[in-house]
């Protein structure tokens, strides 16, 4: 298209081959025949290639030409599409400049710290994108004193951070959660949360709490459940016990849209309808939440851009060889994708929706 600037990619989808091997021929690497490096550089000048320096310079024996993604937990991606949109997020940005992605998973019986100490010791990686970053994190404790260059997917507990790092704005998605809810006549609200010490947590809890503080209302309430990430009983029964408790929430706000679908099956075998009797909100708008029954009413965190532009802020760092004095930071701002799942507040008689809660729960097996 006119005034498209040209990138590796161009080349190689003229020619049908890899980024990767694009980008070698360009620097002249040994292991592409002389023959393809001609055909390389021939279509480069054709379509208007102007090489990145920096980038070939990875993979002309100076560099692994590779980045690592670490696959932090038992769980990681096993419920939802956002790993998969995240690394196919990573995976461009990252090829764009001849540099392919790895990932690494955590074996049972190892941490994921010796791991991250194995890629660092034996090269592997010229850079890692470490992801869901925990309030105080020995990955980026090491990795900072190793001098190793590295982006984080989210944020520490520390106000003035010594990395770079990509994240999104769940202080402020919260809160406009809530007030649109509040807007609604939502005056009893529950918050269905993990208990693992992740950052995007205490953002997210943050951001509901404080506009309830804001609001100054003393007729709203608060009910949290809380139950292990990837403990699929305890979590069914944690949403269960919530929704059949004594003046239970109209409103619910979840973590993350895994959460969510799980409030609307257990309001479904429960008889609460969705959102006449409960509204109910999710964080990430993973491709599931758009075909829920309802759909549901959640924030799009904008993840390919986030994956993007954590591979763009690394490939700096490894062109520069080195991390930039000042950290370059992004915090991305989500947008509220509005469905179905959420709505004005209808208020059932107490004892008829407890009841009829008790009664459905206790059917289940």
Do not use: C
Request: charged share 20%; proline share 6%.
């Amino acid at each position: 298209m006119p005034g498209h600037r040209k990138t590796i990619k161009d080349v190689a989808r003229t020619l049908g081959v890899s980024a990767a091997t694009v980008s070698r021929a360009l620097a002249g690497n040994p292991r592409i025949s002389p023959e393809t490096r001609q055909r390389v550089e021939a279509t480069a000048r054709d379509i208007g290639y102007i090489p990145n320096r920096a980038a070939q310079s990875l993979v002309a024996g100076r560099g692994s030409g590779f980045v690592g993604l670490i696959l932090t937990d038992p769980g990681y991606g096993r419920e939802d599409s956002y790993l998969g949109e995240f690394i196919s997020g990573l995976g461009a940005g990252l090829g764009q400049h001849g540099i392919d992605l790895f990932l690494a998973a955590v074996p049972e019986t190892q941490s994921e710290l010796s791991v991250i100490r194995n890629i660092v010791g034996t090269h592997r990686a010229d850079g890692l994108i470490i992801a869901r970053t925990s309030e105080a994190d020995p990955r980026i404790e090491f990795l900072t004193a190793a001098g190793f260059p590295f982006v984080t997917h989210g944020r520490t507990s520390i106000e003035a951070p010594q990395h770079s790092w990509v994240d999104t704005d769940g202080t402020a998605a919260f809160a406009e959660a809530f007030e649109v809810l509040y807007a609604l006549g939502h005056r009893r609200f529950g918050l269905v949360t993990i208990k693992e010490p992740m950052m995007f947590r205490q953002h997210r809890t943050e951001g509901l709490l404080q506009a309830i503080a804001r609001r100054g209302d003393p007729e709203v309430s608060l009910q949290i459940a809380t139950s292990p990430r990837y403990d699929g009983a305890r979590r069914h029964d944690a949403i269960a016990a919530l929704l059949i408790a004594p003046e239970r929430p109209t409103a619910v706000l979840t973590l993350f849209d895994g959460l969510a679908l799980t409030v609307l099956e257990e309001a479904a075998h429960l008889g609460l309808s969705v959102p006449g009797d409960l509204s109910v909100i999710g964080f990430d708008n993973i491709a599931s939440s758009a075909l829920a029954r309802p759909g549901l009413t959640t924030f799009d965190s904008e993840t390919t851009r986030s994956a993007r532009e954590s591979a763009r802020m690394l490939v700096a760092q490894l062109a520069e060889k080195t991390r930039p004095a000042v950290p370059e930071t992004l915090l991305i701002r989500p947008k509220l994708v509005l469905r179905a799942s959420h709505g004005p507040v209808r208020l059932s008689p107490r004892g008829q929706t407890t009841q009829l809660a008790h009664n459905g729960r206790g059917a289940r097996k």
